[in-house]
């Protein structure tokens, strides 16, 4: 199993980026998939999560109206469109499945994801 974050970089406040996260190794239409990240001396915070079931979502208060998370399951890959980015959007990114658990239950419990990939570095600076 694996999960690959891209995409991550410096970008000004105001700015966007978008984060992909291709996967391999097991079939993403079983899985629930998400992002959540962590700040230097921070917990971890999920940002969002996208259903298997019903492509339902859940996002961060701090983050609604800003960032949008899609699956292409053909491509095997989610993304996160980040729009409006602020200093404190600054992170290492992660990206992270789990089969068993909906998002309701790992988005506000990161460590729960079954597999989690190595990380994107998102900083907002001018």
């Known amino acids: 199993v694996q999960l690959q974050a891209s995409g991550g970089g410096l970008v000004q406040p105001g700015g966007s980026l978008r984060l992909s996260c291709a996967t391999s190794?097991?079939?993403?239409?079983?899985?629930?998939i998400g992002w959540f990240r962590q700040a230097p001396g921070k917990e971890r915070e999920g940002v969002s999560c996208?259903?298997?079931?019903?492509?339902?979502?859940e996002y961060a208060d701090s983050v609604k109206g800003r960032f949008s998370i899609s699956r292409d399951n053909a491509k095997k890959t989610v993304y996160l469109q980040m729009n409006s980015l602020k200093p404190e959007d600054t992170a290492v990114y992660y990206c992270?499945?789990?089969?068993?658990?909906?998002?309701?239950?790992?988005?506000?419990?990161?460590?729960?994801?079954?597999?989690r990939g190595q990380g994107t570095l998102v900083t907002v600076s001018s």
């Open positions: 992270a499945a789990d089969r068993f658990n909906p998002c309701t239950v790992v988005h506000s419990n990161p460590r729960y994801y079954e597999y």
């Open positions: 190794g097991f079939t993403i239409n079983y899985y629930a």
């Open positions: 996208i259903n298997n079931s019903d492509d339902s979502t």
